[in-house]
């Protein structure tokens, strides 16, 4: 970052102050406002975050009128293509492309951290059998912080690493075993011969009366689908992450908060709402009425999957999302899939509506992952928690990030007050 002679010029009652304008590598510069409280007796007003940058970074840089998703600094569409998630991890974690040596390294401590404390099977036990998975994963990613004492130190930097890769590698068995659970089907245990995601889907759908062997086409998009989703910049579930960090709350604490933000329909649970979303057009010649729905001030309705806050251009995650789907349902041998029709037509007919044109609404990367989630077997319950598994990732490259960013300081924003000014204590008596 350069802080170059550039300033921001701000009159308040007559009186002219000055702020440094600070630029990136790459990106919109930013005014440092940090004195401006001191200097002024003001805030800003920013709800949504809108136009604020929280923090810098150097992990994933997105260009929203482009289209465009880096992480560290290679496209989004090569790293799909040509790499896989394990190094997509090292990658964001370290900032660089892994030697052969480090690839190799970095799989096997992920791989031997896949296992959980046994006793944490009694933890699922817990649940109603028909929890949503989010709420087992919002239950047992926090429970981590009660297993594995040896590693919630957040200023040791040994700690901080051995927590990484615990949550990266056993963040597959929670989400497995939460669906096993869900389904009343016996946990299914890692093994350390198969790959990440192989083993994942192993966990998901392999039953102890028989053997059961990953598709490699399928465990290859699975693959695609966990680095697609791994980081995003400062997202709502990545800012809470930050802000829990930002109060010294131990990792495992950190990433249940982002868990739990990633939930929502707006955020992480479109994926789910997108698919539910499509079954309920349930065709092409109801497309009309959703639309209409969509653009109807008074109607809550929003088209799930659509939209973004910064990319204002298709999300480059959809277009590799509709890949994926296509080679899934093809090796599936699922020709006409009703809901992926419904979907593209959507899609064209949105892309052709002057509502979605002039408000740059395309579709984002949970407008096709559902359909590739629902034709591999998962129920829709289980998407999210799937991609809170991929977005472990970034939400933990991220939370060290911050921890090592000597302007990082406690997260504490402050509000513009409505409420009633000061005034007396009524005693009940005397209140009719
Ligand atoms: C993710 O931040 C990230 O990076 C998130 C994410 C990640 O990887 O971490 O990319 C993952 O969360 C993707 C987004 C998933 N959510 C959805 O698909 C839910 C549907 N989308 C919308 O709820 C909405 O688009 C948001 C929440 C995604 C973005 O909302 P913003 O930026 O706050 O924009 P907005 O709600 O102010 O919308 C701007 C206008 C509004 O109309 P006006 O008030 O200006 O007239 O566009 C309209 C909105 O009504 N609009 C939509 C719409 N999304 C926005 N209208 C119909 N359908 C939609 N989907």
Known sequence: MTVGSKTAKLIVDGNEYEFPVRSGEIG???????KLYALTGMFTYDPGFTSTAACQSTITYIDGDKGELLYRGYPIEQLAEQSNYLEVCYVLLYGELPTRAQYADFVNRVTRHTMLHEQMVNFYRGFRRDAHPMAIMCGVVGALSAFYHDSTDINDPMQREIASIRLIAKMPTIAAWAYKYSI????????????????????????PAEEYEPHPVLSHAMDVIFTLH????QNA??????LAGSSQANPFACIAAGVASLWGPAHGGANEACLNMLREIGSVDRIPEFVARAKDKDDPFRLMGF???????????AKVMQKVAAQVLDVLGVEDNPTLQVAQELERIALSDPYFVEKKLYPNVDFYSGII??????????????????????????????????EQKIGRPRQLYNGAPSRIYAPMESRG
Request: with cysteine; net charge negative.
């Open 28 to 34: 919109p510069d930013v005014m440092d406002i940090r």
């Open 184 to 207: 009343g089907q016996p946990f299914i245990y890692p093994r350390n011969d198969l790959s990440y995601s192989a083993n994942f889907l192993r966990m998901c759908f392999a039953v």
């Open 230 to 233: 791994a980081d995003h910049e």
């Open 373 to 406: 989630l629902d034709a591999i077997g998962f129920p829709t319950s289980m998407f999210t928690a799937i991609f809170a598994l991929s977005r472990t990732v970034g939400w933990i490259a991220q939370w060290k990030e911050s921890h090592e960013d000597p």
């Open 237 to 242: 579930s990545t800012s809470t992450v930050r």
């Open 307 to 317: 939209g973004h806050r910064v990319y204002k251009n298709y999300d480059p995650r």
